[in-house]
């Protein structure tokens, strides 16, 4: 323990720093005042000890010195507190978090003292910060998530609780209040009733839809019946609109696509052969839910971009709705092009956009290409610092290096621009944005992982008119004139749109039907392991913890 942490306490108890004002901020505040200033204030030695025992803890620092350093657990008046507590840990699973990681006296213990104020205390605290701000931080698990931690909510929540005629409903307010978050708690504590009973036979491997017939038919009825799923019977081998409604429903409720055809994937789940089979659908959700929770203060309520990349997808949502969908492309999964994690705001839709290109594809996929021919990649301007383009009869490639070449690429508007016709600016460090792509091919691809970072738009310009519906009633035609300019043209969003580069490999659709995606960058498995390191899926029970 640190002077200048204790006089911040202090420093905090004397009122000298709002209850909401960061414990950065106590402990400048007390620095500036003098450490010396702490033995003017007099106060108990159970305030002192108390004042000790969190001074190194910034939300309990903030908090007890708020409350002029007075315990809020102990005695009498502490016991709906120590219930509200007790309850909230015992519910925790339904988070997807074991409620072991909070360990309280046991409840017929004395609840007196130091030690028993603090006990309850700093599980009430990281309570509070795992709903709030996740129990990971993100970055330490992969550096591809560009997700910092947002300011802690811990003080003002432990405030609250304090104050509030019915403590339980301060805690279990805490968590992400996002209807997806909800979504995936319920399915959260489904997964266990899609395990088929062990003793039934196994449905052999095949494709079967509409028409096929035979004992692998009979196989998939009693499987599906089994968990829920029975289809009316006509004739027990035939593969009927029956039964292929019962499979629908199974695909559904087991997040995969809802074909009504059970195919190798779909009879692999049922056969638990499958490596997406219930326990990997558990810590999907568990997973999912901690990436929210790393979200919980965005305003996902407001109209923004939300870009899924493991499903591949690109939406508009505004009021809570999903107003505009379409496919997109994701970057290829290698450390330099896989796209990355974060949020900002999107401020320009560009029309017959440049494509400037990034550093690293010029020296990695061009700059040898220039040096066994200058003529070479003819479609790219060769730019010098000052952005004028260069004639290439007075460029010797060859003598410079990756690390040396002085010059930047630019390819001009045109009909096969590496970003077609338009781009959708966000500006951050990573040089990421969304746009159109002369490559309309991958669209049709089930994996679409094949940019270079950027994410790659199938339905661009409708997606350029959604943007601009807000602003102007006649967003096409505003479109129109811009592209038919052939100049490259900058429209201003007004207000600019949140848009938010997201990873969930499980999540609710538009019917509120949890789906799981592929891990396709590995990035789930690695929360996953972190998650483990703090005691989650201990005895590899992920099922049985969760409900």
């Known amino acids: 323990m640190t002077a200048r942490g204790l006089a911040g306490v202090l420093a905090l108890t004397m009122g000298l720093i709002s209850v909401g004002a960061g414990a950065g901020h106590a402990q400048e505040s007390a620095g500036s005042l003098g450490v010396a200033a702490a033995p003017r204030l007099h106060f108990s030695a159970e305030q002192m000890a108390l004042a000790l025992a969190v001074a190194e803890d910034p939300d309990l620092a903030t908090f007890y010195g708020g409350n002029r350093l007075q315990p809020v657990f102990l ?88 104050a509030a005629p019915d403590p339980t409903a301060v805690l279990e307010g805490a968590a992400p209040d996002f209807p997806e978050y909800r979504a995936l708690q319920a399915a959260l504590q489904g997964g266990a009733d899609l395990r088929v009973p062990a003793d039934l036979p196994r449905i052999p491997e095949g494709l079967w839809r509409l028409g096929s017939t035979g004992a692998g038919v009979a196989a998939l009825r009693a499987n599906l019946a089994s968990i829920g799923f029975a289809a009316p019977v006509g004739k027990p081998d035939r593969y009927d609109s029956a039964l292929a409604e019962a499979v629908a429903r199974y695909q559904r409720a087991a997040g995969l696509p809802d074909d009504g055809i059970a195919g190798p994937r779909t009879i692999a789940r049922l056969n638990g052969a499958d490596t997406l089979g219930p326990d990997a659908w558990q810590r999907a959700i568990t997973v999912a839910l901690e990436r929210l929770r790393w979200m919980a203060s965005e305003d996902l309520s407001a109209r923004h971009v939300w870009v899924n990349i493991p499903e591949f997808t690109t939406t508009l949502r505004q009021g809570g709705a999903e107003v505009f969908r379409t496919r997109s492309v994701m970057g290829k999964d290698t450390p330099e092009m896989r796209t990355p994690e974060f949020s900002d705001v999107m401020i320009n839709v560009v029309v017959n956009p440049s494509w400037n290109v990034p550093r690293s594809i010029t020296v990695r996929d061009y700059l040898p290409k220039l040096q066994a021919n200058r003529h070479a990649v003819s479609h790219l301007d060769v730019l010098d610092g000052s952005g004028r383009v260069l004639a290439r009869d007075g460029i010797d490639f060859a003598q410079y290096s990756a690390a040396t070449f002085p010059f930047r690429l630019r390819q001009k508007p045109s009909d096969d621009n590496a970003l077609g016709i338009v781009k959708f600016i966000f500006p951050n460090r990573w040089n990421i944005y969304l746009h159109d792509t002369p490559s309309k091919h991958l669209f049709g691809n089930r994996v679409r992982a094949d940019s270079n970072g950027c994410i790659r738009i199938g339905d661009p310009v409708d997606l350029a008119h959604a943007l601009l519906s807000k602003q102007t009633d006649d967003p096409a035609a505003v479109f129109a004139r811009a592209l038919d300019s052939g100049r490259e043209t900058w429209l201003t969003l007004r207000p600019g749109v949140p848009v938010h580069l997201v990873y969930f490999t499980a999540w609710p659709g538009p019917d509120g039907q949890v789906r799981l995606f592929d891990d396709i960058y590995a990035r789930d498995a690695r929360i996953w392991a972190a998650l483990e390191a703090e005691g989650f899926g201990a005895g590899g029970d992920v099922i049985a913890e969760a409900r």
Request: a positive charge; zero cysteines.
């Open 75 to 162: 005695g009498a008046e502490g016991t709906a507190r120590r219930e509200a507590l007790r309850a909230a840990v015992q519910r925790m699973p339904d988070h997807g978090i074991p409620a072991d990681r909070y360990p309280l006296p046991s409840a017929t213990a004395p609840a007196e003292g130091l030690d028993a104020e603090l006990a309850h205390a700093r599980q009430a605290a990281r309570l509070l910060r795992d709903l709030t701000g996740g129990v990971l931080t993100p970055a330490r698990v992969d550096p591809e998530i560009k997700r910092p931690p947002g300011p802690s909510q811990v003080p003002a929540l432990l405030a609250a609780f304090l």
